[in-house]
């Protein structure tokens, strides 16, 4: 029932706003339903989003007015008075989102050509300097040492002060490093140069992730972050062949030198975009009685954030077998296909930088095939990784251990295609089932689980093993890695939903 005295009052002070609340309070008038409502900020309102907890996760989030204490003067309670302006949402033109898109698309491009391009230039360093398999796949295996070490602190800058100079900042550092790479005289200058590149990628990754869960909404965030990885494999297919390229007819110091300007320059241009601000680490309680108050996060609440979250603790632990096997394919497929089918360096990097590329039909794909399933099935988000994992599996066993020629190399493109799908929407599990707050913290996570024991071991690992029995044999055994991470995606698809339900609703202000 509506309190006789509220109403009375209400009428007294406010007869329209009187009249709009009994409307709503009979179902008459819907509620808003935006996910950045300035009647849902943190600052000025109630803003506990609350309804059925599977609308609000497909349809963002629900705010319902309550009662006050205080009569019609705040009907809403902690509604905006007429003299508070409200915040600015976090809701930019088509432009500006856009053009936030594009740069953090080309920052991620030029991240992962800076990366790679080492692997094509293998042979070259080899015989200048006489390492082994194992040593050469020290200088892939040291960047992403060094992002395990840096990119949970530089995360946390990126939460708790801003998204777009922590970028811009890490950027320049890549940038320089792999400046100074072609100015090495020794493997083991060669190693630390390396390393440097490893320290500014740290947080770009989840700096990035943040940002677009913040520019789109949940209805489109998949085929967005498909649309925005797709220059993972764009950036490494043309780090690849023109890494070869140029060190076949000019040197392999002059690769690295060539590709590390562009960074820079998108660097110092990511200045200039718009940013959110810092989300406030609060959470609400007393939620179940007729009052409820936000109260700040501690640091017991923060980890028990993550730890009493299993699907998020799944989705990372099934990024391990999927990163390995996708880095042990980038890294050693060149030096496969020049060993086993007998062709050149500068053929063999071109044959799988066309590989590569498929992953831009794979990424995109994935993400939109996700996001159509998502409206119908919410527990998609996980459903759909393990089913395109298992299936990559059973492709690459077809590859590497009885098939050659022609007919290896169409399952070697049909796997290009499959790799990538299961990304978009396992790396949207990282920003859905925990806090707006910790989101490139809750990435960070993922990065550094996927590179300590995915990413850095693979090139060490597979190298020692094709040093042991050859290369054949150790390309053979990636599909057991795949079936692992296909059942852990599988079993996390169970928590999901309710993981998505206890999330705090927070939404997001434009910085000033």
Same mark, same amino acid.
């Given at each position: 029932?509506?309190?006789?005295?509220?109403?009375?009052? %209400?009428?007294?002070?406010?007869?329209?706003?009187?009249?709009?609340?009994?409307?709503?309070? !009979? %179902?008459?008038?819907?509620?808003?339903?935006?996910?950045?409502?300035?009647? !849902?900020?943190?600052?000025?309102?109630?803003?506990?989003?609350? %309804?059925?907890?599977?609308?609000?996760?497909?349809?963002?989030?629900?705010?319902?007015?309550?009662?006050?204490?205080?009569?019609?003067?705040?009907?809403?309670?902690?509604?905006?008075?007429?003299?508070?302006?409200?915040?600015?949402?976090?809701?930019?033109?088509?432009?500006?989102?856009?053009?936030?898109?594009?740069?953090?698309?080309?920052?991620?491009?030029?991240?992962?050509?800076?990366?790679?391009?080492?692997?094509?230039?293998?042979?070259?360093?080899?015989?200048?300097?006489?390492?082994?398999?194992?040593?050469?796949?020290?200088?892939?295996?040291?960047?992403?040492?060094?992002?395990?070490?840096?990119?949970?602190?530089?995360?946390?800058?990126?939460?708790?002060?801003?998204?777009?100079?922590?970028?811009?900042?890490?950027?320049?550092? /890549?940038?320089?490093?792999?400046?100074? !790479?072609?100015?090495?005289?020794?493997?083991?200058?060669?190693?630390?140069?390396?390393?440097?590149?490893?320290?500014?990628?740290? %947080?770009?990754?989840?700096?990035?992730?943040?940002?677009?869960?913040?520019?789109?909404?949940?209805?489109?965030?998949?085929?967005?972050?498909?649309?925005?990885?797709?220059?993972?494999?764009?950036?490494?297919?043309?780090?690849?062949?023109?890494?070869?390229?140029?060190?076949?007819?000019?040197? /392999?110091?002059?690769?690295?030198?060539?590709?590390?300007?562009?960074?820079?320059?998108?660097?110092?241009?990511?200045?200039?975009?718009?940013?959110?601000?810092?989300?406030?680490?609060?959470?609400?309680?007393?939620?179940?009685?007729?009052?409820?108050?936000?109260?700040?996060?501690?640091?017991?609440?923060?980890?028990?954030?993550?730890?009493?979250?299993?699907?998020?603790?799944?989705?990372?632990?099934?990024?391990?077998? !999927?990163?390995?096997?996708?880095?042990?394919?980038?890294?050693?497929?060149?030096?496969?296909?020049?060993?086993?089918?007998?062709?050149?360096?500068?053929?063999?990097?071109?044959?799988?930088?066309?590989?590569?590329?498929?992953?831009?039909?794979?990424?995109?794909?994935?993400?939109?095939?996700?996001?159509? /399933?998502?409206?119908?099935?919410?527990?998609?988000?996980?459903?759909?990784?393990?089913?395109?994992?298992?299936?990559?599996?059973?492709?690459?066993?077809?590859?590497?251990?009885?098939?050659?020629?022609?007919?290896?190399?169409?399952?070697?493109?049909?796997?290009?295609?499959?790799?990538?799908?299961?990304?978009?929407?396992?790396?949207?599990?990282?920003?859905?089932?925990?806090?707006?707050?910790?989101?490139?913290?809750?990435?960070?996570?993922?990065?550094?689980?996927?590179?300590?024991?995915?990413?850095?071991?693979?090139?060490?690992?597979?190298?020692?093993?094709?040093?042991?029995?050859?290369?054949?044999?150790?390309?053979?055994?990636?599909?057991?890695?795949?079936?692992?991470?296909?059942?852990?995606?599988?079993?996390?698809?169970?928590?999901?939903?309710?993981?998505?339900?206890?999330?705090?609703?927070?939404?997001?202000?434009?910085?000033?």
């Amino acid at each position: 029932m509506i309190p006789g005295a509220f109403i009375l009052d %209400g009428f007294v002070k406010s007869p329209s706003a009187a009249l709009r609340f009994i409307l709503r309070h !009979c %179902g008459v008038l819907r509620f808003k339903e935006l996910d950045s409502s300035p009647a !849902c900020t943190s600052k000025g309102v109630v803003g506990k989003a609350y %309804g059925d907890p599977k609308e609000a996760a497909l349809n963002r989030d629900i705010c319902r007015p309550r009662f006050s204490d205080r009569g019609m003067g705040i009907f809403f309670k902690g509604a905006p008075m007429n003299t508070v302006p409200a915040p600015k949402e976090y809701k930019l033109s088509t432009f500006s989102t856009y053009s936030i898109f594009t740069l953090l698309f080309l920052l991620y491009f030029f991240d992962y050509v800076d990366r790679m391009i080492v692997t094509s230039l293998f042979p070259y360093i080899q015989k200048e300097w006489g390492l082994t398999d194992t040593e050469s796949g020290l200088l892939v295996s040291v960047v992403y040492w060094s992002i395990v070490a840096f990119v949970f602190p530089v995360s946390i800058l990126v939460d708790r002060w801003s998204r777009k100079k922590t970028i811009a900042f890490m950027a320049l550092i /890549w940038s320089l490093a792999t400046l100074l !790479c072609a100015f090495t005289k020794s493997f083991p200058q060669l190693l630390l140069a390396r390393s440097g590149i490893g320290i500014g990628e740290a %947080g770009y990754a989840p700096a990035g992730t943040a940002m677009l869960s913040g520019l789109f909404p949940p209805e489109k965030r998949s085929r967005m972050m498909g649309l925005w990885n797709m220059s993972i494999p764009l950036g490494i297919a043309v780090g690849i062949a023109v890494g070869g390229f140029v060190a076949q007819h000019w040197g /392999w110091r002059h690769a690295f030198g060539l590709v590390a300007l562009p960074g820079a320059i998108a660097a110092i241009l990511f200045l200039f975009v718009k940013d959110y601000k810092t989300v406030d680490l609060v959470k609400t309680v007393g939620s179940s009685g007729m009052e409820s108050q936000k109260v700040k996060m501690s640091k017991k609440d923060i980890f028990l954030e993550f730890i009493h979250t299993p699907s998020l603790i799944l989705t990372n632990l099934g990024f391990i077998g !999927c990163i390995f096997v996708n880095n042990a394919i980038i890294v050693w497929l060149p030096t496969y296909l020049h060993r086993v089918e007998g062709i050149s360096m500068t053929e063999a990097g071109t044959k799988v930088g066309a590989i590569m590329l498929l992953a831009i039909i794979g990424l995109p794909v994935g993400g939109w095939l996700t996001d159509v /399933w998502f409206k119908r099935k919410v527990t998609s988000r996980m459903l759909f990784p393990s089913l395109t994992i298992a299936l990559n599996a059973v492709v690459i066993f077809a590859a590497f251990s009885f098939l050659g020629g022609k007919a290896q190399y169409l399952m070697l493109l049909l796997m290009g295609v499959l790799a990538s799908m299961f990304a978009p929407a396992a790396i949207i599990v990282t920003q859905e089932v925990i806090h707006p707050g910790l989101r490139a913290v809750s990435y960070s996570i993922c990065v550094v689980v996927q590179n300590l024991f995915g990413a850095s071991m693979a090139p060490i690992v597979i190298g020692a093993l094709s040093d042991a029995y050859g290369i054949k044999p150790a390309m053979s055994i990636l599909p057991l890695f795949l079936l692992a991470s296909a059942l852990l995606f599988f079993t996390g698809s169970s928590f999901y939903r309710r993981d998505l339900d206890k999330v705090e609703k927070i939404p997001l202000q434009i910085e000033d």
